[in-house]
């Protein structure tokens, strides 16, 4: 029961907030959403530059361990 009920208190929380936000604090409300906008913007590019590196540097570790592990089978062989 309790599940439902956070269904439908998140429902109504919705609800509320976009009617105040529509109707109540239509200008206040526009101008928290423009305000948002730039941090969301640099935030996500900076989330996106750091996941990139990280990717970039994972490819070259992989690449490396691949190399050594062909290095290393002829000398376990001998």
Same mark, same amino acid.
């Given at each position: 029961?309790?599940?439902?009920?956070?269904?439908?208190?998140?429902? $109504?929380?919705? $609800?509320?907030?976009?009617? #105040? +936000?529509?109707? $109540?604090?239509?200008?206040?409300?526009?101008? #928290?959403?423009?305000?948002?906008?730039?941090?969301? #913007?640099?935030?996500? +590019?900076?989330?996106?530059?750091?996941?990139? $590196?990280?990717?970039?540097?994972?490819?070259?570790?992989?690449?490396?361990?691949?190399?050594?592990?062909?290095?290393?089978?002829?000398?376990?062989?001998?």
């Amino acid at each position: 029961m309790g599940k439902y009920l956070a269904i439908f208190g998140g429902l $109504v929380a919705i $609800v509320g907030g976009g009617v #105040l +936000g529509a109707l $109540v604090w239509r200008h206040e409300f526009v101008m #928290l959403i423009k305000g948002c906008i730039p941090p969301f #913007l640099f935030f996500g +590019g900076l989330i996106a530059l750091i996941a990139g $590196v990280s990717s970039i540097k994972d490819a070259q570790r992989t690449k490396k361990l691949e190399a050594e592990a062909k290095d290393e089978k002829p000398a376990d062989k001998a």
